[in-house]
């Protein structure tokens, strides 16, 4: 079976195929999602605002910190180098004792 334009088969207009083709490599986006920007701003607030709570947050569950450090460090071997992304205040880094270590985060 091969697929060509004719006056009876689902590709009978180019055109809409043209337009089908199109809208699928467009992203997806509901009518309800503010646009990327706006999004990007309202994360980025958000998290500004978790910061300041994050020590804390840490200091209150310390085993679970604690623990969580352990195994990332049993993961991890200490001398690598590491990029870290999303990185808060870097705890996680700091504890793996990278040779060279680099922590990237959008909040201050």
């Known amino acids: 079976?091969?697929?060509?334009?004719?006056?009876?088969?689902?590709?009978?207009?180019?055109?809409?195929?043209a337009q089908f083709i199109s809208a699928l490599s467009t992203p997806f986006r509901p009518a309800t999602m503010p646009p990327r920007?706006?999004?990007?701003?309202?994360?980025?607030?958000?998290?500004?605002?978790?910061?300041?709570?994050?020590?804390?947050w840490i200091?209150?569950?310390r085993f679970f910190y604690d623990s969580d450090k352990a195994y990332i460090r049993f993961l991890v071997p200490?001398?690598?180098?590491?990029?870290?992304?999303g990185c808060g205040?870097?705890?996680i880094l700091a504890a793996l004792r990278p040779?060279?270590?680099v922590g990237v985060d959008l909040s201050a």
């Open 1 to 17: 079976m091969t697929l060509s334009p004719s006056s009876t088969g689902p590709l009978r207009n180019r055109n809409s195929v």
């Open 37 to 56: 920007d706006a999004r990007k701003a309202e994360l980025h607030a958000f998290f500004d605002r978790m910061a300041s709570e994050r020590s804390h």
């Open 59 to 61: 200091a209150r569950n």
């Open 78 to 85: 200490e001398g690598l180098s590491i990029l870290e992304i």
């Open 89 to 91: 205040s870097s705890d």
């Open 99 to 101: 040779r060279r270590g």
